[in-house]
């Protein structure tokens, strides 16, 4: 076959042999039915004098009527190369038979009949042609017939004593000759015509081949080969069943990792990434047979589970999520501990879209992050109402009227040395006709995140400033910043701006920030600092001791005034471990040239402590308690002959600060 079919590649000649039997199927009967007439036209021709029962003549024509008859009732069109090859071979050594029995019974005949010689050989030629047209879309057996039949019959006539018939034989020669040239232009044009075509459908396949791997690579995420966040989407939106109030709709669980980032900062991304991968194949073995797991960013990971389940096998998702994470991770020796907080919640009435569906179930997420690690929680009627009370809150915090609403509390931060108020600090007080009051821990953070706190935090430094401008030049105020706030280029110029309008000097004020204003934009934010420090503001590191990095400001940044968070003086009056600790921190304060507050500041017995050990200032409920107007100037219970024996850690009240 493949010297009839030349190629250069397996797959070109099965292509070429399909498509020359599509076309053959319906040229083949011409063949043998040019073949079968001009062999009956040569019998008659020559007086129909070899027509026995049992002649060659007889055998040819009932082969050829035979071979037409297959071909034109019982071939039909196939695909199937291993069935067409051998039916395409035999016709082909059939049509070789066929014109060297026809080729020879003709030369007989010449020689038999000379006086038919032309009839003869026109009969042959003819049968010769007929048969090369039939096997036209299959070139180099076309030439078969022409070959055998056609040439030896031309050639024929050239030895015949006759100018004419020597002329014919020599048209009919250069006829076949020409016609053999163009049946092989005609292979060589249908070789390249496959060739062509088999390249466009490799084309074709390797842009089909490209796209189905984009689409993939689109909705997968490439390092733990679980869909990404467009496919969960996605499929959400298209599968999402809402049950009844009381549960059986879709579910969906949102978890992202604890502790992974500190493993991902100690041991680098390449631990990161393992510890991804190995938790994605655990959700995968675990749920992947009912749920569709994804990544959908960091270390977030979200199932999803299109049918209802029931409150226990719910219950039973959100405990598994959790563990898979605190099995340890082998990884290149060690072993790396992270943990997994989860969120769900039910597709019901409320979660009309989907993004009001995941809303919900990161919203239970992070009420479980809120209680610790390894904690699950899934949306109930508890959370919605939390969620409601949000959803007013932004309200009213978008409405600029309503800052009217708030006022300013003052709490005594006493000299030890002196036993006189040196600072008061303003803390934010809001008490709403619809909410009632509410905390400035609530209200702050909605504020940040909705871009408000910035005006906010100028309304309530305005009244603060307003307030301590009557008050006696040596009592200043404390205002706490909000970490968005400072991090904004020229936040100081408008601070400088709000203090001046009160008509107080900056030296009179004292901005509190924590370090979480450094981990939003350190490098703004110690410009904005030091521009407030040159006009003459007092600048306080709040918190001290609550957070990770603080020991790295107090190195790299120049604070005034380091104020020690209250859970450091909690247990001095019992625990000698953690007077040390106090102790040191005082010192190393100092170290630094800061002078220290103590903060929480709850018993006599605390108070006498943190000043035996060189503390600085003071601040807490013993001192005084937040509340309007210029607070106390004296120091009179420094020396109150009252003691508390109640243990620091019971004591509530903790003041609400302007965070």
């Known amino acids: 076959m493949g010297f009839l079919l030349p190629t250069s590649s ?10 020359n039997f599509k076309n053959l199927r319906k040229q083949i009967p011409l063949l043998y039915a040019a073949a079968l007439v001009n062999l009956i036209g040569l019998h008659i021709a020559t007086d129909g004098q070899d027509l026995t029962p049992f002649s060659a003549v007889n055998f040819l024509t009932a082969l050829l009527a035979w071979r037409m008859t297959v071909w034109i009732f019982f071939q039909r069109d196939s695909d199937d190369f291993d069935e067409i090859a051998p039916k395409l071979i035999t016709t082909v050594v059939l049509t070789v038979v066929q014109c060297i029995g026809f080729s020879i019974w003709a030369l007989s005949l010449i020689d038999g009949h000379p006086d038919k010689a032309i009839s003869i050989v026109l009969f042959s030629i003819l ?56 049946l092989q232009t005609h292979s060589g044009v249908m070789a390249e015509l496959v060739t062509s075509r088999l390249a466009v459908a490799k084309e074709r396949n390797r842009a089909i081949s490209a796209e189905v791997a984009a689409i993939k690579r689109a909705d997968e995420d490439s390092l733990t080969r679980l869909a990404n966040r467009s496919r969960m989407f996605r499929e959400i939106e298209r599968t999402m069943v809402q049950g009844p109030p009381e549960g059986g709709g ?54 999803f589970w299109r049918d209802g389940l029931t409150r226990t096998e719910i219950e039973a998702i959100g405990h598994e999520i959790c563990r898979l994470a605190s099995v340890p991770i082998d990884w290149k020796g060690k072993h790396l501990h992270v943990g997994a907080s989860c969120g769900l919640t039910e ?5 009309e879209t989907v993004s009001e569906f995941l809303r919900q179930a ?43 609403e708030m006022t300013v509390e003052f709490q005594p931060i ?82 400088l701006g709000l203090i001046e309008s009160a008509g107080i000097s900056p030296g009179r004020i004292q901005f509190e920030v924590t370090e979480t204003a450094f981990l939003a934009d350190l490098s703004t934010a110690k410009q904005e600092l030091e521009r407030l420090r040159e006009a003459g503001c007092m600048i306080a590191l709040d918190d001290f001791g609550s957070g990770h990095a603080s020991v790295s400001y107090l190195r790299d940044l120049v604070f005034d005034v380091v104020k020690l968070d209250g859970s450091l003086t909690a247990e001095i009056e019992y625990s000698d471990r953690s007077r040390q600790i106090l102790l040191g921190l005082i010192d190393l304060c100092h170290a630094t040239g800061a002078k220290c507050v103590a903060e929480h500041v ?25 509340a309007l107007g210029m607070p106390d100037l004296g120091g009179q219970r420094m020396s109150s002959p009252r003691t508390s024996t109640v243990p620091a850690t019971q004591i509530g009240g903790s003041n609400n600060l302007l965070r």
């Open 250 to 303: 879709s579910l969906v669980a949102i978890s992202d990792l604890d502790g992974f980032k500190a493993a991902n900062d100690v041991f680098g991304h390449a631990a990161g990434d393992a510890i991804l991968k190995t938790y994605a194949s655990r959700l995968r073995e675990a749920f992947g047979d009912r749920a569709l797991v994804a990544r959908t960013g960091g270390d977030e990971f979200v199932l």
């Open 602 to 626: 709850e018993t006599l017995e605390q108070l006498m402590l943190i000043k035996a050990m060189g503390c600085d200032f003071a601040q807490g409920y013993y001192l005084g308690r937040p």
């Open 414 to 495: 006493v000299c030890l040395d002196t036993n006189s108020t040196v600072y008061a600090e303003a803390l934010a007080r809001w008490n709403n006709p619809g909410f009632g009051f509410i905390p400035p821990d609530e209200f702050i953070p909605v504020a940040e995140q909705l871009g408000a706190i910035t005006e906010l935090n100028g309304v309530l430094l305005r009244e603060a400033a307003n307030l301590a401008s009557s008050w006696p030049v040596d009592l200043g105020v404390s205002f706490n910043l909000s970490a968005l706030e400072i991090s904004e280029r020229g936040s100081s110029i408008r601070l």
């Open 127 to 182: 049968a010769a042609l007929g048969a090369a047209y039939g096997l036209s879309s299959f070139p180099r057996a076309a030439m078969v017939p022409l070959t055998i039949l056609g040439l030896p019959m031309a050639i024929r006539l050239l030895f015949i004593k006759d100018a004419e018939t020597t002329g014919m034989g020599i048209s009919l020669l250069l006829v076949i000759l020409l016609l053999m040239r163009l």
């Open 347 to 351: 597709a019901g009435p409320l979660s």
């Open 10 to 19: 397996p797959w070109e000649l099965r292509e070429q042999v399909v498509e």
């Open 362 to 404: 990161d919203s239970a997420l992070y009420r479980a992050k809120a209680r610790g690690r390894g904690v699950w929680q899934i949306y109930d009627h508890g959370l919605l109402e939390l969620d409601q009370r949000r959803a007013g809150l932004e309200r009213i915090l978008l409405n600029r009227e309503n800052y009217g």
